[in-house]
């Protein structure tokens, strides 16, 4: 059977068909088949943008049947939050303008005549790293986006962590200094306004010397400053952008901390940022901060590691959401 992904960004559409490999035993993996990534084009009338999405994928659904391939079973939609799972809405997503109360499930559900899933990006990535990604064979995980926002997604028990209100995993927003800087959530001290990609970008192009070799690797020019420069900076020994990395992975580890002490995971899976930044740069330093912040039973068996999906993570993070074997759906009740 087969699967149809979608994956919504601000900037960006992934479609994506998905073929389950190795069924039976509950561990398969999902082989993409086609797959049609677009531009984002925003009308200001949410049902013009899904009108054209629903084409596109009508298009894509008939180039796999004539690939060979099986009926559809379900559709998984990731998009940004927040989502109500149980109406299968899209609320009011900052970053899609003319997108509110976006009847997603009902839309797609009537165009294909089959089930759909909708989940937050972040927990639809969480999910794709467990079933297919750096968390695969864990029961407990944790994973966390760091790029320009911090997104999480909680896998508990083998299942995904939703909550009561649909919030849980938000571990970008965390407070880690009480009163702290302003985080573009509204609230103060969340740990993304610490080490967000934006937040820190920021910081970086008020702060960093002129004598830094940052500014050299910006040309001059501050509005390049950002995270790969720093960390090609921090490679090269600077000592300012060591400085900045440190207070970085400081921040991070209290964070860690955190969620070590809420979900005793087995293993923690890092993005885009800490994927960047590598073992050196990156893990073995956070590591070491993780173990002085938690009880030593905690860290013993505790993994940090990299993610492993890389450019696939939006194709496979749709598809984990369309694959009833997810975990997903154990979890998605409808609202009575
Ligand atoms: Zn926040």
């Not at 002129?210 to 020994?237: N, T």
Request: glycine letters at 14%.
């Amino acid at each position: 059977m087969a699967l149809l992904g979608l994956d919504i960004g601000g900037t960006k559409r992934v479609l994506v068909i998905g073929e389950r490999v190795g069924e039976r035993d509950g561990d398969h993996t999902i082989r993409p088949l086609v797959r049609r990534r677009t531009a984002m084009r925003f009308s200001g009338d949410w049902r013009v943008d899904l009108a054209s999405i629903v084409a596109d994928a009508e298009v894509l659904v008939a180039e796999a049947r004539a690939g060979g391939c099986g009926p559809l079973e379900a559709i998984g939609v990731a998009a940004p939050g927040p989502v109500d799972r149980g109406a299968g809405l899209l609320r009011n997503p900052p970053n899609l303008p003319g997108w509110r109360d976006v009847p997603l499930a009902q839309v797609l559900g009537e165009a294909f005549g089959i089930p759909v899933r909708i989940e937050n990006d972040a927990n639809a990535a969480a999910l794709a790293e467990h079933r297919f990604g750096a968390g695969r064979g864990t029961e407990d995980m944790v994973y966390l986006t760091m790029s320009t926002g911090i997104g999480g997604g909680v896998v508990s028990g083998g299942r995904l962590v939703v909550g009561a209100n649909g919030f849980a995993g938000e571990l970008g927003h965390m407070p880690v200094v009480r009163g702290g800087l302003r985080c573009p959530c509204g609230l103060r001290g969340c740990l993304e306004a610490y080490v967000g990609g934006q937040a820190w970008a920021k910081r970086l192009r008020r702060r960093t010397p002129d004598s830094s070799r940052i500014h050299a690797l910006a040309g001059g020019e501050r509005a390049k400053i950002g995270s790969e420069l720093l960390l090609a900076a921090a490679e090269e020994g600077d000592a300012f952008a060591l400085a900045e990395l440190a207070r970085w992975l400081d921040f991070l580890a209290l964070g860690i901390a955190s969620i070590v002490m809420a979900f005793d995971p087995e293993r923690i899976v890092l993005g885009t940022i800490a994927v960047a930044a590598g073992e050196s740069l990156c893990f073995a330093p956070l590591r070491e901060r993780v173990r002085a912040l938690v009880w030593p039973g905690q860290s013993e068996r505790l993994e940090i590691v990299p993610a492993a999906l890389g450019a696939e993570l939006p194709e496979q993070a749709a598809l984990a959401v369309a694959d009833a074997g997810s975990g997903f759906q154990a979890n998605a009740r409808p609202r009575a």
